[in-house]
């Protein structure tokens, strides 16, 4: 599991390992591995010309010192020193292996540019004379790398407020930091590679976390020998209506090839014919009046997929959330607990899967406040409305009481698509009737579920039932059979 961490936390471990360490130890550690990845970066270093863009902190120092191992190595290094104060032992070993104090000039024609103007400390935007030449790296040809964090990024939450640097690659230091794994942060971030600097012992529970495909293979539930399809999970779906027939179509197919035992879709007349038609697995229960009496007996409900909004469908979801089983609510099922909160006072769990204006709904929050600290108002939304969010979007991110938000790493922009969410409730609610908790379901129902949007897409744009076709390869892809 890749985790992450916040700058405090990394500051923390940092002061710990400094004190049993030499001064000067982590930065030469640091400086090292930076200088590494961008020798391999520029392939042929002797010749090559390299700006350091150097701040007043550590990260300046780190710059310089990796500036002067490439200029040892030919390279033709010039820094342009941004900050009020510069790293005196740094600027010295640079000067002494060739390398020379330069103006923005040098930027052009620069075949790599290393960020080092802030760090990990550093929040809101951006002031000048950093603004500018951020602005001014970004639109030189030479690719960037950033040290340990994009100038301009939040390294605890992935916020960018104004300017900020848009690395090719982006070299951390000791453990990933938060914001590298979060949009927008993430965006800037590039490539990101970890250099190991000894902080492990010293590091607190992670912030963040990512699963790999380990992790993955190792939760999803397989059948054995003596399984049926009872036993394999049994997924109630209240989705569909007369307006909005193939949500219900898309859920079911999701459902279905994610590994459900049994589905059993209910909803009226004419999402029921689609279903049919389409998925003639499924158990289908055509309902004349908003009631799941005679439904027979699931071990988890996806409820909401173009259900619609009026009191028929209040009525239905009434019903479902009433059950004693995990309810995963998504679409419509959301507009409808976020009129009516009293549909959530229910001791069974809930997995809530909205993007940022359905949460902004159902907390109240502004939608770009959401956009801008994805992290902030999905933990905040988990503990407010007692339930595990999936806060869908260019970042997926889980969470769940005071456990680490889960991000996901998968996942493409052509999955941009009417009916993909459709997909995953369906995804996620099959691993839910299978017996996985909210937070591990949701996690990996969001990992199959981008993986497969990748596998479809190919670089090509995709339809939403093309996604719900790719799962079961994304689900080989990840036990690697």
Same mark, same amino acid.
């Given at each position: ?267 009226? !007349? %004419? /999402? *029921? ?8 697995? #499924?158990?289908? &229960?055509?309902? =004349? $009046?908003?009631? +799941? ?53 229910? !001791? %069974? /769990? *809930? ?8 949460? #902004?709904?159902? &907390?109240?929050? =502004? $939608?770009?406040? +959401? ?53 995953? !409730? ?56």
């Amino acid at each position: 599991m890749r985790t992450a961490y916040t700058a405090d936390q990394i500051r923390g471990a940092e002061h710990e390992l400094m004190a049993r360490l030499p001064e000067g130890t982590l930065m030469q550690r640091a400086a090292t591995g930076l200088a590494a990845v961008c020798a391999d970066l520029l392939g042929r270093v002797y010749g090559k010309r390299v700006v350091l863009l150097v701040g007043s902190g550590d990260n300046g120092g780190d710059a310089l010192y990796a500036g002067e191992r490439l200029a040892r190595r030919g390279a033709l290094v010039g820094a342009i020193l941004a900050g009020s104060k510069t790293h005196e032992a740094g600027l010295a070993a640079f000067r002494q292996a060739g390398g020379r104090v330069a103006d923005r000039a040098f930027l052009e024609g620069a075949d790599l540019i290393i960020d080092g103007l802030v760090g990990i400390g550093a929040s809101g935007a951006l002031r000048e004379p950093y603004r500018e030449l951020v602005e001014e790296a970004n639109a030189a040809r030479g690719p960037i790398v950033a040290v340990d964090v994009p100038s301009g990024v939040d390294a605890s939450s992935g916020r960018v407020d104004g300017a900020a640097v848009r690395a090719r690659v982006t070299v951390t230091m000791g453990a990933y930091k938060t914001g590298l794994l979060v949009d927008p942060g993430a965006e800037h971030a590039g490539r990101v590679e970890l250099v190991d600097i000894g902080l492990g012992a010293y590091l607190p529970d992670p912030d963040v976390a990512a699963l790999t495909p380990a992790d993955v293979d190792v939760l999803l539930p397989r059948p054995g020998k003596e399984s049926d399809k009872y036993r394999r999970g049994v997924l109630g779906v209240a989705a569909g209506s007369d307006l909005f027939t193939g949500a219900a179509v898309l859920a079911v197919g999701g459902a279905l090839r994610a590994g459900a035992g049994m589905v059993r879709y209910v909803g009226p !007349s %004419a /999402p *029921v014919a689609q279903v049919r038609s389409h998925w003639p697995e #499924a158990v289908v &229960t055509e309902l =004349d $009046r908003p009631s +799941i009496d005679d439904v027979g007996r699931v071990q988890a409900w996806v409820l909401g997929p173009g259900l619609g909004t009026g009191d028929w469908a209040h009525e239905l979801a009434a019903g479902v959330l009433a059950s004693n089983v995990p309810v995963l609510i998504d679409a419509d099922g959301l507009t409808l607990v976020a009129r009516d909160r009293a549909l959530l006072r229910r !001791s %069974a /769990p *809930v997995l809530v899967t909205p993007h940022a204006g359905e949460l #902004a709904r159902l &907390t109240g929050a =502004d $939608r770009d406040d +959401i956009e801008a600290a994805r992290l902030e108002h999905a933990r905040r939304a988990a503990g407010e409305l007692g339930v595990t969010v999936l806060l869908k979007g260019s970042t997926t991110v889980v969470a769940e009481d005071s456990r680490p938000v889960r991000v996901n790493a998968t996942g493409t922009s052509w999955l941009a698509t009417g009916g993909t969410g459709d997909v995953l !409730s369906g995804v996620a609610g099959a691993l839910l009737a299978q017996g996985l908790g909210c937070y591990d379901a949701a996690s990996c129902g969001a990992y199959l579920h981008g993986l497969a949007g990748r596998l479809a897409a190919d670089g090509a744009p995709l339809a939403a039932a093309d996604v719900a076709t790719a799962i079961p390869a994304a689900i080989r892809a990840v036990s690697g059979t």
